[in-house]
């Protein structure tokens, strides 16, 4: 059973940046595709990117694009989430996520991911 630990959460204002990680156990890393999810209070948890297992597609949220930028290392296990521009409206649990096994197709569906990390705390403030 793999698992995924996120970390690199924390509180920053408004404007600001955080690089999250995603570590995963096991020697499959590099053959699925991986994802970052988040759930703010009182909301559905969401899409915001995925990238594909060899790094060479990445999807985001409309909401994140261009100032997200995910990517991963797949000798360290790891995906990373570069958030820049940071909004008070990006707060929320950040969640890693693995997907499809050589497959990418709806990369942002819930339903397609199997693997989920215990999240990281993400707070802007104004």
């Known amino acids: 059973q793999v698992q995924l630990v996120e970390s690199g959460g924390g509180l920053v204002q408004d404007g600001g940046s955080l690089r999250l990680s995603c570590a995963a156990s096991g020697r499959t890393f590099s053959s699925y595709t991986m994802g970052w999810f988040r759930q703010a209070p009182g909301k559905e948890r969401e899409f915001v990117a995925a990238?594909?297992?060899?790094?060479?597609?990445?999807d985001y949220a409309d909401c994140v694009k261009g100032r997200f930028t995910i990517s991963r290392d797949n000798a360290r296990n790891t995906v990373y989430l570069q958030m820049n521009s940071l909004k008070p409206e990006d707060t929320a649990v950040y969640y890693c996520?693995?997907?499809?096994?050589?497959?990418?197709?709806?990369?942002?569906?819930?339903?397609?991911?199997?693997?989920w990390g215990q999240g990281t705390q993400v707070t802007v403030s104004s």
């Open positions: 996520a693995r997907g499809g096994r050589y497959f990418y197709s709806d990369y942002d569906d819930l339903a397609k991911y199997d693997a």
């Open positions: 990238i594909s297992w060899s790094g060479g597609n990445t």
